[in-house]
């Protein structure tokens, strides 16, 4: 059974960046039929998909977060990691990694627990 | 980007009951609609995907419907662990892959 786990720091301070990291188990991340992807959820709000890797190394990326978003992958300890840099409060929600099926539909089959990131001083 | 509405932004409802949540798009999506359901604290978990297709363990009370820019989930017989929040997401011009703001599912 795959599963997605993220891990990171839940507290970051304004104007720093925030790190993450998702490992897969039970499954292979380089896989030719899916994507690997970020999500976010502030308090009380709703879904915002922010990135998406392919094993490759080939990245998409939120419009609106773009300047200040890295995405990467590491096929030999099968994770991936998000970097968010210059956060403010607005940056603080649960952040999910989830994988993305792209055979035909693109639907995000597998989520992590989810890992809840404030930003505060 | 596509914006996708949600409606109605909440919903009361009995076990037993059959209903019916709402999508549309700003734009014509095809079929590329999917269905998420999210527990206070977990995950968000996929049920319906392409519009129609029930994701591998989903129970076969809950449907999708539609094409284009109206989109409907049903489930024909509400069950207690069904009252969540859903929501819907295109994956038609993506990325972005863009959400609705969701349906809450209250216990009436």
């Known amino acids: 059974q795959l599963q997605l786990q993220e891990s990171g720091p839940g507290l970051v301070k304004p104007s720093e960046t925030l790190s993450l990291t998702c490992t897969v188990s039970g499954g292979s991340i380089s896989s030719k039929d899916y994507y690997w992807g970020w999500l976010r959820q502030p308090p009380g709000k709703g879904l915002e998909w922010i990135a998406s890797?392919?094993?490759?190394?080939?990245?998409y990326y939120s419009p609106s977060l773009k300047s200040r978003l890295t995405i990467s992958v590491d096929t030999s300890k099968n994770q991936f990691s998000l970097s968010l840099n210059s956060v403010t409060a607005a940056d603080t929600a649960v952040y999910y990694c989830?994988?993305?099926?792209?055979?035909?539909?693109?639907?995000?089959?597998?989520w992590g627990q989810g890992t809840l990131v404030t930003v505060s001083s | 980007d596509i914006q996708m509405t949600q409606s109605p932004s909440s919903l009361s409802a009995s076990v037993g009951d059959r209903v019916t949540l709402t999508c549309r798009a700003s734009l014509p999506i095809s079929t590329y609609l999917n269905w998420y359901q999210q527990k206070p604290g977990k995950a968000p978990k996929l049920l319906i995907y392409?519009?129609?297709s029930l994701q591998s363990g989903i129970p076969s009370r809950f449907s999708g419907s539609g094409s284009g820019t109206d989109f409907t989930l049903t489930i024909s017989s509400l069950q207690p662990e069904d009252f969540a929040t859903y929501y819907c997401q295109q994956s038609y011009s993506a990325p972005p892959y863009t959400f609705g703001q969701g349906t809450k599912l209250e216990i009436k």
């Open positions: 890797v392919f094993y490759t190394g080939t990245t």
């Open positions: 392409g519009a129609s």
């Open positions: 989830a994988r993305l099926q792209f055979l035909e539909w693109y639907q995000f089959d597998y």
